[in-house]
């Protein structure tokens, strides 16, 4: 059966370099933990959820529940440096 | 990602289950593949307080481990070596494929996600130069770059993938100018957006004539070898170029979108037209040949005509039934437009969008209460950001206007065997020049 050469339809993927997670804390007592709201389908209601658990069973870690600045498709620097800052620790949700 | 790597804050992503395949991918594309995840049950949209409660207390459905502890050790770990260095990935695209039989290549475009899951066309050496013979453009030039997501990574794709690509949809190389031109819009018609998203094609100006393109009864159908297989290339280029569309992992539409078929492609019906072309309202001139693409086709509206006595309430209940963030495009057969002329004055097309613009209104609270405009225009409102932050300040039986003024588009499309007329609800993008890519 004759056999053909064919070309390859995919494009070319940009080059991936690895980044450093940050480094861990060695405990959450004591610290500042962000929940960040990405504002998309009820993530605030969860978050508050979270943010209740964490209250009754972890009460040495104090938490701010807090919304991005605008919609979860741009980038939020305000924000970000604002947990920097003031914060130890986030948690994003929720992301679909 | 961005408050791990350049922060440097410690962080946990939270997300919903269904998605773990994309976020791994793109967490591993973006040069993270430890980051630190945490999945609980989809949805969280529509959930009562106790029920995401239940969430919390209970399981990762992934892991089987309790979400909270998963949280904690998430944020105290210590990062693992392999999450400290920096490494390359190599994602090499070779330009063959190795040599085998028709039957077995065709066998293994299908299982590698190539196609749409029809029949292809192989795209043989011979097959993709004639393809190039049809512009002058050189076939490692770069046409341009896509992503299926805001937060996947950018492709590239030459005018020879676009060629490999447009064979493998049955095109012809006198279609190739318009499949570059596509091409270079960077528009995805492959989003992975779980609104199940497509796109659509409007060609305008003496191409569509030259190659043979339908703006008459069936055009937008399968009835016309180059409205179908330019729209398939279009397709087909997008999924490939931006480095696949594969449900669950890089394609989420929740219930795809048969309009992906061809991209909704073809052209407006310009002799017919009582209107300029829709080119000439994004600053071509009417001699150009030009491609404008929508992104967002998922909703259609429909009627018949305009009945002289309740024309205005048929048209505001229509446009009353599409969803606030996917705006309006009227596809009006030539009798329809003909119509809008003689009932409404609507003598430009300028002049109907002002009537739909101040006709389409919905109470604001009404307004507000919409899941996607919550997701996407309320946080834009609540941060300034107009025309949005005064619709904001509206009373909650205030009527406002449910779309931007520049949101809404006509065009002109049919073969008058009636005048039955369309509302697509989508969001136009850009308009490009086909002659370029000639």
């Known amino acids: ?96 | 990602m961005t408050i791990e790597a350049k922060y440097g804050v410690p962080t946990i992503a939270m997300h919903t289950d269904k998605f773990d395949k994309v976020v791994e991918s793109v967490a591993r594309v973006n040069g993270m593949p430890g980051l630190r995840q945490v999945f609980v049950p989809q949805p969280i949209m529509g959930k009562t307080a106790a029920q995401l409660r239940a969430y919390v207390d209970g399981m990762n459905p992934l892991t089987g481990r309790p979400v909270m502890q998963e949280v904690v050790e998430g944020l105290t770990r210590p990062i693992a070596d392999p999450d400290l260095g920096a490494i390359e990935f190599d994602r090499s695209t070779p330009r063959l494929v190795a040599t085998d039989t028709a039957e077995n290549l065709e066998q293994l475009f299908l299982e590698n996600r190539w196609t749409d899951g029809l029949p292809i066309v192989l795209p043989t050496e011979a097959r993709v130069a004639a393809m190039l013979a049809a512009t002058r453009r050189k076939p490692e030039e770069v046409v341009g770059r896509m992503r299926s997501t805001h937060f996947r990574e950018y492709w590239e794709y030459t005018v020879e993938k676009v060629a490999v690509n447009a064979v493998m949809a049955g095109a012809r190389p006198a279609y190739f100018p318009v499949i570059l031109a596509l091409a270079a819009t960077g528009v995805t018609a492959r989003s992975s957006s779980s609104s199940a998203m497509a796109a659509m094609a409007v060609v305008n100006g003496p191409i569509r004539n030259e190659i043979g393109m339908n703006a008459g009864i069936g055009a937008m159908g399968p009835y016309n070898h180059a409205n179908a297989t330019i729209g398939r290339a279009y397709g087909l280029l997008s999924q490939n170029g931006q480095g696949g569309s594969v449900p669950g992992l890089s394609y989420m539409g929740n219930q795809g979108n048969s309009y992906a078929y061809n991209s909704v492609t073809f052209a407006e019906n310009e002799e017919r037209s009582p209107w300029t072309p829709f080119h000439t309202q994004h600053g071509r001139p009417a001699t150009e040949s030009s491609v404008s693409v929508f992104s967002g086709v998922r909703s259609t509206a429909f009627t018949l005509g305009l009945p002289a006595k309740h024309w205005r309430q048929h048209v505001e209940h229509m446009l009353r039934g599409m969803d606030p963030h996917g705006p309006p495009a009227l596809l009006l057969d030539p009798i329809a437009a003909r119509q809008f002329v003689d009932r409404g004055g609507f003598t430009t097309k300028e002049l109907l969008i002002d009537w739909l613009y101040d006709t389409a209104r919905m109470r604001a609270s009404e307004y507000w209460d919409y899941q996607l405009i919550q997701n996407y225009i309320y946080p834009r409102a609540t941060f300034g950001e107009e025309p949005w932050a005064s619709k904001l300040k509206a009373a909650p039986d205030e009527m406002i206007p449910m779309f931007r003024r520049e949101d809404i588009h006509v065009i002109v499309v049919g073969g008058e065997s009636n005048g039955y007329w369309r509302i697509m609800g989508c969001n136009y993008q850009k308009t490009v020049s086909v002659d370029d890519w000639r």
């Open chain 1, 1 to 96: 059966m004759e056999k053909l050469t064919v070309l390859n339809p995919v494009g070319y993927a940009p080059k991936v370099t690895r980044k450093a997670l940050a480094p861990r804390l060695s405990t959450l007592d004591g610290k500042t933990v962000y929940l960040v709201d990405c504002r998309f389908d009820d993530s605030d209601l969860f978050l508050a959820q979270m943010q209740a658990w964490l209250a009754e069973h972890m009460p040495g870690v104090r938490t701010v529940l807090k919304r991005i600045s605008s919609v979860y498709l741009q980038d939020d620097p305000t924000t970000w440096e604002e947990i920097k800052a003031r914060g130890h620790a986030a948690i994003l949700g929720v992301g679909h």
